[in-house]
């Protein structure tokens, strides 16, 4: 094996946290098997064995206990995570809240139709058909006239039911009994009974997985102090049993007897949830972190094969695992997640078969994806890439959405390539993950300030070189550069490549994206030929993936400057750190707020070195806010353009000057957890954040009918009928608000979801990574929230089933305190409201 040297460093601004992962991936190669036959360490459940696997899960279930209880110190799978926090060992073992819950074997759902027209009303007239689209075939779900026609029909108010739905009988026939109502004088009853009759329910050929191996009490839980957190992470521990999916070969459609959306997938996966029933690319690198945590590396395992499948069959990963996705990818996270499983499961023969799937991964970007960019500043020219999907039609399943929004009859009329165009723009911005957001809209509007419809008009992603895809790929290549350095894969040319490749893509971010006045990384418009001017979250994506700018690394005040708008959104908002701070109505723009930024936004602190993020946290001139301490500019917004934090009534806290920063305490923020001596800024922008995202987390879960006996007694039906929870036992959202941290996030072109894989694995990382700083949160009463205006989306409603499993109601005191922190701020008590929150832990 070579030596690890510093060599394989482009230079020093690698991060420290993604070297532990490195090194340890490294220093495991020596034992890998380059050439030889894959042996996967984890347990693999093949379709045909399931039933058999399923039946048998009980009988293993007591012969695991009963070897549980033989050997009860001694856990049941190995430690292999490198260890970031001291071990909380001598800590009694945390209580079980609540018993686990059992599998629900249901995947199916039918939902019900609800036509907003009556059912004789003629359908509105159509636009004429886009064209046939070569990579997506079906003449019943890919553009074409039945999906036309049913997404006209309007029959759910979400598109992607339609195309879940498979037939229920051969396609020929599903097109003889299309025929009939293909005309002008199809009915709203005509289509509806023709969906009734020949389509099922949605997510028939799935079925739902029992866990092996599943530990109820893993040993990350040991490292959370707080009783709260700690019972509440169990619990969402808990919840993978309720989003672990199989194919159901005996359901599956062969396109002859019947056809469907759905790919088949050879191995046990998990879901987001809610309305997301298949396997997701990008969301499944934050569903790993949290599978880690968990123990469950076959499961890690299985997700990376099941992407290694699709690589052979399709040449790289598509956005999800459904036929319509086909024509596009999602954000490149494969190489990373494989990096961080073998890290933590020591399992290196998995690259036997990772190895030439990874090249082949990147290389579909590199061949498909990326285009050479002349910089203004420095007339270098780097290879960099950019979302851009070839596609002349609405996306099959947000159909009536993109079909509205390019036949807008209040909008200018656009001619047949200006609406290809729109929709390759659209396709382009699922590709981005973020879809949608104002970050990647071109400007001025198409069609005037409102940002909801025209600004879908303006989408304009393919426009735009954007910095969080290039980081990506930057961290890709370095990983494989280093896999090829060691073991029996090393090919010191093949290495070398890679590495060649990171540099030009880390010059090119450090020329292009970077800004030294601004202190801040933004995506490069090559329609301006500059670089844009709105900060988002994707400035910190450089530093999760090693790239540290100079200027950061040589001055505290830089550095402190760079993450000043973490310091800011935690003094002023409630929640925490928004993908823009534009209110657009887009669902990646304020007020949500996305678990996976909190993730890479602490990732992005913890990399930077401790000679610059030791010292204390400035603090704003009297008369001023946090906003004063972000360098000029970095925004590109006014302090009084930011949205504002909703205090009582819809009236909102002061949006400049030191009242803006109401949730700021003495040397902390409200929901920041516990100030301690000693601890420099980045300590404090890292606790800070950490208790947010879980205050957000277990509020909103709790505002929708969580509880945990003994420790968080549930709400009252008053106060759950706010959120119309009565029945429920609490969800774990897709998003949050940065305002409102009992409460979902809102917009977009879907209803919230519920489930929610990546909340789940954020939670579980947080909690295994920062257990010690985690204190109980104060969540605030739905019946005061309820009185504002911008509060009420926060049902738990809002998706089918995926979350659940709450614990028995007790009526005993809670730790979480059930007090208003704006309306104690607003009546000057925020030192009473500190001393509450000591109190409470
Ligand atoms: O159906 C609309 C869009 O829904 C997905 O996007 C959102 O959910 C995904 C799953 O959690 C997530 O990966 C993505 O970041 C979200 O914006 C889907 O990925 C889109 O392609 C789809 O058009």
Not at 165 to 194: C, H, M, R, W, Y
Not at 823 to 834: D, N, R, Y
Request: proline share 7%; aromatic share 10%; glycine share 8%.
């Amino acid at each position: 094996m070579a030596p690890l040297s510093t060599t394989r460093r482009p230079s020093s601004s690698i991060t420290v946290a993604h070297d532990r992962v490195l090194l340890a991936v490294v220093a495991r190669l020596s034992n890998s098997h380059c050439g030889t036959p894959p042996v996967h360490s984890s347990h693999r459940i093949f379709t045909s064995d399931r039933v058999l696997a399923n039946t048998m899960y009980a009988k293993w279930a007591i012969i695991a206990y009963a070897i549980k209880v033989a050997h009860a110190n001694v856990p049941n799978i190995p430690d292999f995570v490198p260890d970031l926090e001291p071990d909380l060992g001598d800590q009694p073992t945390s209580t079980i809240y609540p018993p686990i819950p059992s599998v629900s074997m249901t995947t199916q759902v039918t939902s019900v139709a609800s036509p907003t027209a009556s059912l004789g009303a003629i359908l509105p007239s159509q636009v004429p058909l886009p064209p046939l689209q070569a990579w997506c075939p079906s003449k019943i779900f890919c553009p074409g006239a039945v999906l036309q026609t049913v997404n006209v029909a309007n029959l759910w108010s979400d598109p992607k039911i339609f195309v879940d739905k498979p037939t229920v009988s051969d396609p020929q026939s599903v097109l003889a009994a299309f025929a009939p109502i293909n005309s002008t004088n199809a009915t709203e009853g005509s289509v509806l009974q023709f969906v009734d009759n020949n389509f099922g329910g949605e997510g028939f050929e799935l079925e739902a997985e029992a866990l092996f191996n599943f530990n109820a009490d893993p040993p990350f839980l040991n490292k959370v102090k707080d009783p709260l957190p700690r019972a509440f992470a169990q619990i969402v521990h808990s919840y993978w049993t309720q989003l672990i999916r199989g194919t159901n070969s005996s359901t599956l459609c062969d396109g002859k007897k019947c056809e469907s959306t759905f790919i088949p997938l050879n191995h046990t996966f998990v879901i987001p949830g809610g309305r997301f029933r298949e396997q997701y690319y990008w969301d499944s690198f934050w569903i790993t972190q949290g599978l880690i945590q968990s123990r469950l590396f076959d499961i890690v395992n299985d997700t990376l094969q099941n992407f290694m499948d699709e690589i052979e069959s399709f040449g790289f990963i598509p956005n999800g695992g459904r036929r319509y996705y086909l024509n596009r990818s999602q954000p490149p996270v494969f190489v990373m997640m494989l990096a961080n499983y073998i890290a933590a499961s020591n399992d290196t023969a998995i690259l036997d078969r990772a190895l030439p799937l990874a090249k082949r991964e990147l290389a579909w970007w590199s061949d498909n994806r990326s285009l050479n960019v002349t910089s203004p500043y420095t007339k270098k020219t780097y290879t960099l890439s950019r979302y851009a999907v070839s596609n002349s039609a609405p996306r099959p399943e947000s159909y009536l959405t993109d079909y509205e929004t390019a036949n807008d009859p209040t909008l200018s009329t656009l001619n047949e390539s200006e609406r290809a165009e729109l929709y390759s723009q659209l396709a382009s911005g699922a590709e981005t993950g973020w879809d949608y957001s104002t970050r990647f809209i071109s400007l001025p509007l198409a069609g005037g300030t409102n940002y909801t419809t025209p600004a879908l008009r303006s989408v304009n992603v393919k426009n735009h070189i954007p910095v969080d895809l290039n980081a990506i790929l930057y961290k890709s290549n370095i990983i494989l550069a280093d896999f090829y350095m060691s073991g029996r894969c090393a090919n010191r040319t093949i290495a070398s490549k890679y590495r060649t490749a990171a540099a030009n893509i880390r010059a090119g971010i450090l020329d292009l994206f970077w800004d030294s006045s601004k202190l801040a990384f933004y995506d490069f418009n090559l329609t301006s030929n500059s670089r844009n001017s709105v900060l988002s979250a994707a400035t910190f994506y450089p530093l999760w993936t090693g790239i540290i700018p100079d200027e950061l690394i040589s001055s505290t005040s830089n550095a402190f400057g760079f993450f000043s708008s973490i310091n800011m959104v935690l003094r002023r908002f409630n929640g925490t750190y928004p993908p823009t701070f534009i209110e657009s109505g887009l669902q990646w723009d304020s007020p949500n707020a996305w678990p996976p930024h909190q993730y890479i936004a602490l990732e992005a602190l913890r990399a930077l070195p401790a000679n610059v993020s030791s010292g204390a946290v400035p603090q704003p001139r009297t008369g001023q806010s946090a906003f004063a301490l972000v360098p000029n500019g970095q925004l590109g917004l006014e302090e009084g353009a930011l949205p504002g934090q909703i205090i009582r009534n819809g009236q909102n806290a002061s949006s400049t000057g030191s009242g803006a920063d109401i949730n700021a305490l003495d040397g902390t923020f409200v929901n920041g957890g516990n100030a301690t001596t000693g601890e420099g800024w980045r300590d404090v922008l890292v606790r800070g954040l950490a208790n947010r995202y879980f205050t957000s987390a277990l509020c909103s879960w709790h505002a929708t009918g969580g509880s945990i006996s003994g420790l968080l007694p549930r709400l009252s039906d008053q106060q759950l009928n706010v959120s119309q929870s009565i029945n429920n036992t609490g969800n774990m959202f897709e998003k949050f608000s940065i305002r409102d941290v009992d409460s979902s996030g809102r917009g977009g072109e879907y209803t919230v979801q519920a489930g929610f894989g990546w909340t789940n694995g954020v939670v579980l990382w947080v909690a295994s990574t920062f257990g010690k700083q985690l204190v109980a949160p104060m969540c605030p009463d739905p019946l005061f929230a309820a009185n504002d205006a911008g509060s009420t989306s926060n049902t738990g409603n809002s998706s089918s089933s995926s979350s659940g499993g709450g614990g028995s109601s007790s009526p005993k005191k809670s730790s979480a305190l059930q007090i208003n922190v704006a309306q104690c701020q607003l009546f000057g008590l925020a030192l009473f409201a500190t001393a509450l929150q000591f109190l409470a832990v």
